[in-house]
């Protein structure tokens, strides 16, 4: 059975194609990332523009037409911060059917973190583990506990990389006192998720999403994606390094896209300051993420 799925991000637009015998086992076909930014200036905004609308469409259009060389007939197509959070979603969504042909589900922070979960769970934990994941989106952090592929806990934070670079980062490089509200509005915003660690205990935790597998390639030297460990003491010494570098400068790191290389400093940071709320000393970057958890979800159905 061949079937696809697409994520509409607020940085990215990702595509995975697979062939399934069942939930538990498929080849992955083709996989497709293209830096879209749909979120920029959105989240802040709370309005999609025309010049973003034109390139999630073209750039739907072009996944559309992988998919189906590989044979697909279901294509699963859905949307997160973004998209949910602009004034005019339901144009954009009608847009894209009339003009790419392509249905677009619109998902809640927590089906977000369920399906992400699902997928980290299924796809970069030992089986039989409580895990708990973190997904460092351009509009939103989705954190979740699993115990084997069933959530224990499932929460949605309205915090992101890109929307954090357009709120807090003005200079280039940032400001120190960019960087302090920056750490600031984080710490803020998962006050609430760090009360809740005392309630629930877990084994193994990993971080999924451009982010985490960024930090994890420039810590280690090669490209995503990469399935590696970041440690806290290495995550803060790698923001300091990040957040006294120019964007240009960024972009020349191993491991780091110039195309993330505005986003990753905010990035970072959500990560760092997340581990820091739940008493995390290192996560397991995972190449799994929602797209992968669609696709489980679909062919548990």
């Known amino acids: 059975m061949k079937l696809a799925a697409i994520d509409i991000g607020s940085n990215s637009i990702k595509l995975v194609v697979v062939d399934a015998t069942s939930s538990a086992s498929f080849d992955v076909l083709a ?24 390139r999630a469409i073209d750039c739907l259009k072009r996944f559309r037409s992988i998919a189906e060389s590989h044979g697909t007939k279901q294509i699963a197509v859905i949307a ?17 059917e009339q003009e790419a042909g392509l249905h677009v589900e ?23 583990s409580t895990s708990l994941n973190i997904d460092i989106g351009g509009g939103s952090t989705e ?10 806990i499932l929460r949605s934070v309205k915090l992101g990389a890109v929307g954090l670079t357009d709120r807090f980062v003005k200079s280039d490089p940032p400001e120190p006192e960019e960087i302090e509200e920056l750490r600031n509005e984080i710490r803020l ?6 009360k809740e660690r005392r309630q629930q205990s877990w084994y193994y935790t990993t971080a999924t999403s451009g982010t985490a597998l960024t930090v994890g390639a420039a810590l280690n030297h090669v490209m995503p994606p990469a399935s590696s ?14 957040a006294a570098l120019t964007v ?14 505005d986003i990753i400093v905010a990035g ?20 799994w993420s929602l797209r992968e958890g669609v696709i489980i979800a679909r062919l548990r159905e």
Do not use: W, Y
Not at 189 to 194: K, N, T
């Open 143 to 152: 954190i979740s506990i699993f115990r084997d592929t069933e959530p224990l």
């Open 268 to 287: 970072g940071l959500v990560l760092e300051e997340v581990m820091n709320a739940l008493g995390i000393e290192s996560v397991h970057t995972c190449d």
């Open 248 to 261: 240009v400068q960024r972009g020349t790191i191993a491991g780091v896209p110039p195309q993330r290389a």
């Open 31 to 54: 996989s497709e990332r293209e830096v879209v930014r749909l979120g920029q200036e959105t989240l802040v905004k709370k309005h999609i523009g025309d010049a973003a609308l034109r």
């Open 189 to 194: 915003s998962f006050a609430d998720v760090a």
């Open 106 to 128: 619109v998902l809640s922070g927590m089906e977000e973190a369920r399906l992400i979960g699902l997928a980290a769970a299924q796809g970069c934990t030992p089986k039989g």
């Open 80 to 96: 997160t911060a973004s998209v949910r959070e602009a004034d005019n979603s339901a144009d954009f969504l009608r847009a894209v």
């Open 229 to 242: 460990v970041v440690t806290l003491v290495d995550l803060n010494r790698l923001n300091m390094t990040l």
